[in-house]
């Protein structure tokens, strides 16, 4: 959610890339992709945007926390970021998400805009559980 020089950007991509295949990914067995180029992502974030009320947001621990880092100049960006969040989540109809203990509210947020949605428009988005992870 801060601006950063491209240049940053690119090394940060192949770092990542670099770094999931030192973990084990088998790029034969899985399909791995850089989420900015699929739009879905930041097209469905703007439809569950239009579905997501303010107040919401601004309860959230991490918009407050992050926001006074930013000595009360919090971005649209940051704040509606667990927005974009439960899009990247909903979009693949994900059933359940490892996260840690900082990002529950965040799937909760994930949790409500899914039902939400399934009630004004039918049953189409699993409602996904969290797998909690352990350091």
């Not at 192949?14 to 973990?23: E, F, H, M, N, S």
């Amino acid at each position: 959610t801060m601006p950063k020089e491209p240049a940053i950007l690119r090394q940060n991509i192949l770092d990542t890339t670099a770094a999931v295949l030192a973990c084990g990914i088998d790029p034969k067995k899985c399909l791995l992709f850089r989420q900015s180029l699929v739009p879905e992502h930041a097209e469905l974030a703007w439809i569950l945007g239009c579905l997501t009320n303010v107040p919401r947001l601004l309860r959230l621990p991490q918009w407050k926390v992050k926001r006074a880092s930013q000595n009360n100049e919090g971005t649209v960006g940051l704040l509606t970021y667990p927005v974009l969040q439960a899009a990247d989540i909903l979009l693949y109809k994900s059933t359940h998400v490892p996260v840690g203990e900082d990002q529950v509210l965040h799937l909760e947020l994930a949790q409500d805009i899914a039902q939400h949605f399934n009630k004004k428009y039918g049953e189409f988005f699993p409602v996904p559980k969290a797998i909690l992870s352990e350091l």
